[in-house]
């Protein structure tokens, strides 16, 4: 018998397993295709507070979450003993002209005052070989977003340790 069937064996559903089998939770996780096999293998992570304006329980829930992440990642490298290749980068957009940069501006104002220090918008000057082109030489770099930024193959195997220390998993 189990309280919870998790439907996909990828990053996200492994984590809701794992984490319901932490509160006590029996859970099968379910995957035709087995781990990975999906979602998992492309883009990770496209929950994000988008901008920080016209600010809701939504951007306020994904941007929680967006924080917390890092707690969580951390715990599944002490209990698996395998860095799932998780960090919180940030993107960098280019800034296409005077009024995308003036609104760049204004947001930067309103992520310090929504996002309370937790994380950034900066407007910067687009240099380097790393930087994408910019018609107005300015970029955005904002810090809540970790797209792409948990190696799928580093953080998949890294779940699968903390699936058996869970009794109950």
Same mark, same amino acid.
């Given at each position: ?6 439907? %996909? ?6 984590? @809701? ?9 029996? @859970? ?21 507070? #988008? ?11 994904q941007l929680d979450s967006l ?8 715990? @599944? ?7 799932? %290749?998780?960090?919180?980068?940030? +993107? ?14 204004? +947001? ?8 309370? %220090?937790?994380?950034?918008? !900066? ?8 930087c994408p082109p910019s018609a107005? %030489?300015?970029?955005? #770099?904002?810090?809540? #977003? !970790?797209?792409?930024?948990? +190696? ?15 009794p109950r998993l």
């Amino acid at each position: 018998m189990v309280d919870i069937t998790v439907m %996909g064996a990828g990053i996200f559903g492994l984590s @809701v397993a794992w984490t319901c089998a932490k509160r006590g939770a029996r @859970v099968r996780v379910i995957d035709p295709n087995g781990p990975g096999a999906g979602a998992s293998g492309g883009i990770v992570g496209a929950m994000a507070p #988008h901008v920080p304006e016209l600010w809701n329980s939504k951007k306020a829930f994904q941007l929680d979450s967006l924080l917390m992440a890092g707690d969580f990642w951390a715990e @599944v490298a002490e209990v698996s003993g395998c860095a799932p %290749g998780y960090a919180r980068l940030g +993107r960098l957009q280019p800034i296409a002209d005077a009024a995308a940069l003036a609104l760049a501006h204004e +947001r930067t104002q309103n992520a310090a005052t929504l996002w309370q %220090g937790q994380a950034d918008w !900066r407007v910067l000057s687009a240099s380097g070989a790393w930087c994408p082109p910019s018609a107005t %030489g300015q970029i955005i #770099h904002d810090t809540p #977003h !970790r797209r792409a930024c948990i +190696r799928v193959r580093h953080a998949q195997p890294s779940l699968r340790p903390c699936a058996h220390a869970v009794p109950r998993l």
